[in-house]
């Protein structure tokens, strides 16, 4: 019966393996700690990469707009404000 409804269902996954854990010896427990803590390391560095990796993407993207505004004659202050960059950094476009 259990078996069936575990499919169905993804809380009544996660509470047969949550009972699946308590009910497994300590040693088994602990490898089971380990394995899920790995996990979630692996799934923060991975969001955290992915983060950055587009913040990355919008900088470079900015300072895209910025010097093709600079090159169109487009006024310091107005790129400044559009794009939120610095004087320099807009001047070293």
């Not at 259990?2 to 088994?28: F, G, H, P, R, W």
């Not at 600079?70 to 559009?82: A, N, R, T």
């Amino acid at each position: 019966m259990i078996e069936e409804c575990k499919n169905d269902n993804e809380e009544i996954k996660e509470a047969v393996k949550q009972l699946t854990e308590m009910s497994a010896d300590e040693y088994e427990r602990e490898l089971y700690e380990i394995r899920e803590r790995s996990r979630l390391t692996y799934n923060t560095e991975i969001n955290e990469a992915k983060r950055k990796s587009l913040a990355i993407g919008k900088a470079e993207e900015k300072k895209e707009i910025a010097k093709k505004m600079k090159e169109k004659g487009f006024d310091i202050k107005l790129i400044q404000e559009i794009t939120n960059l610095t004087t320099d950094e807009i001047n070293s476009l």
